[in-house]
């Protein structure tokens, strides 16, 4: 199925929609709960548009299997002070703009990442404009993104929980961008790579301050921190965790490591 200019769910009432495989391409965006509450849901096949809007004021996007989502502008899950919420245990969502969660003033947005691959050429922002965001990813649920932002502009509420998978980005983590934001970052596993380490004294500036929270078990790794003792050490003692060397990181970005002879 292709050629047709929008998919609407939920326009003014309820709606659902179930896709287990084939192609479906929409030429600008696909809406889930406009005005009404609405569910989207993809095991399997491929569905290709423009853009994807979920919430505003109630709707429910789910990926699992082996289902291909592709877009070319913004992913937003939770807008126009709606409720959105994302729900993805497999396949791939990937994008070449920005992925919002929580986005503009009494807007909501949940996305929870157990499985598959969530990837954007742009940044993820978590709580946006005023709105609240909250990222769950677990298991072997994998971001990959240029920067992550955790509570973007003033009155925003951003808030990350993760407790296993991967977050893999290009460039920077940044939590809390304005004085009246709030962001915060929760780990209790998994791991987190950042390829561009021009913000890692950022990063444990944060840490150091207080606004990462739980950090047992958690990784934080950069070539700078591989390369830095000081840094090591910074990371180690804010994890909370048996010092480590970092002696090397493999493609698949698992470190191998062995303990320290202090």
Not at 74 to 93: F, I
Not at 97 to 120: A, C, E, F, P, R
Request: hydrophobic letters at 35%; glycine letters at 16%.
């Amino acid at each position: 199925c292709s050629g047709a200019w929008t998919m609407i769910l939920g326009e003014n009432g309820t709606g659902t929609f179930n896709m287990s495989g084939g192609t479906m391409s929409i030429q600008h965006e696909v809406a889930v709960g406009i005005n009404g509450s609405a569910s989207l849901t993809i095991s399997d096949g491929n569905l290709i548009a423009e853009k994807f809007l979920i919430g505003g004021p109630n709707g429910t996007f789910t990926i699992s299997g082996n289902a291909n989502i592709s877009m070319t502008s913004d992913l937003l899950v939770g807008r126009q002070a709606g409720t959105g919420t994302l729900n993805m245990t497999g396949g791939t969502c990937s994008g070449s703009w920005k992925i919002i969660v929580g986005d503009g003033s009494g807007s909501v947005g949940t996305m929870n990442v157990s499985g598959g691959t969530l990837q954007t050429q742009r940044e993820l922002i978590i709580g946006n404009g005023g709105g609240t965001g909250t990222l769950n990813i677990s298991d072997d649920g994998t971001i990959d993104a240029e920067t992550l932002y955790i509570g973007y502009g003033s009155g925003s509420d951003g808030n990350c929980v993760m407790t296993g998978g991967l977050i893999k980005l290009a460039n920077n983590l940044i939590i809390q961008t304005a004085p009246d934001a709030n962001g915060i970052m929760h780990f209790s596993g998994g791991m987190i790579v950042i390829e561009n380490h021009n913000r890692v004294s950022d990063i444990l500036q944060l840490i150091a301050d207080g606004k990462t929270k739980t950090l047992i078990g958690a990784q934080v790794i950069s070539e700078e921190i591989v390369s830095s003792t000081v840094d090591k050490l910074a990371v180690a003692i804010a994890c909370k965790m048996p010092l480590i060397k970092l002696v090397q990181i493999d493609s698949c970005y698992s470190p191998h490591v062995q303990e320290d002879q202090l």
